[in-house]
């Protein structure tokens, strides 16, 4: 069965949740949420207090979208420290389990998202865009920082 989740949230928001439910939403998705911790990996009780504080909102957590690159970087890579790496996916993905999270969206590209400006000139009807610039990528110029992908990973 399809369900409609508000999705590409980035943190637990009064007015974001808010809004989901004023629409009649009552499931949301997050993209890498900057407010749940993330050393390793997801571990069980963070994610179950973040849970809870989407339950204060009425909205139920449909999914996660992405893990941090530091997760798995190493293992896209094939990097000492890369097994571990996949140890500690692996429990991301039972913590998530256990806590009544659903989906698990992610990529491994260890080339990333290619971008050159996260916040673009608008698009049609007023969108919000990404854009990539061939000749700003020469020049070393990116917006990969707001997206907390690293990018100083080299093979040793």
């Known amino acids: ?11 637990v928001d009064q007015e974001i949740l808010t809004n989901a439910r004023q629409m009649g939403i009552d499931r949301v998705q997050f993209n890498l949420p900057y ?61 998530l389990g256990r806590a009544g999270i659903p989906v698990l969206g992610y990529h491994f590209s260890p080339s990333f998202v290619w971008r050159t400006e996260n916040h673009a000139p608008v698009g049609r009807y007023g969108a919000s865009v990404q854009a990539f610039d061939l000749e700003k990528q020469k020049q070393g110029i990116d917006d990969m920082a707001d997206f907390g992908q690293r990018r100083d990973v080299t093979r040793r």
């Open 1 to 11: 069965m399809m369900r409609l989740a508000y999705g590409q949230i980035r943190s």
């Open 35 to 95: 407010d749940l911790p993330a050393d390793e990996y997801w571990k069980y009780d963070d994610l179950v207090r973040f849970k809870e504080r989407c339950d204060r909102y009425g909205v139920i957590v449909e999914a996660m979208e992405n893990m941090p690159i530091s997760f798995y970087d190493k293992a896209m890579l094939g990097l000492e420290g890369r097994d571990k790496q996949i140890e500690n996916v692996c429990e991301s993905i039972r913590s």
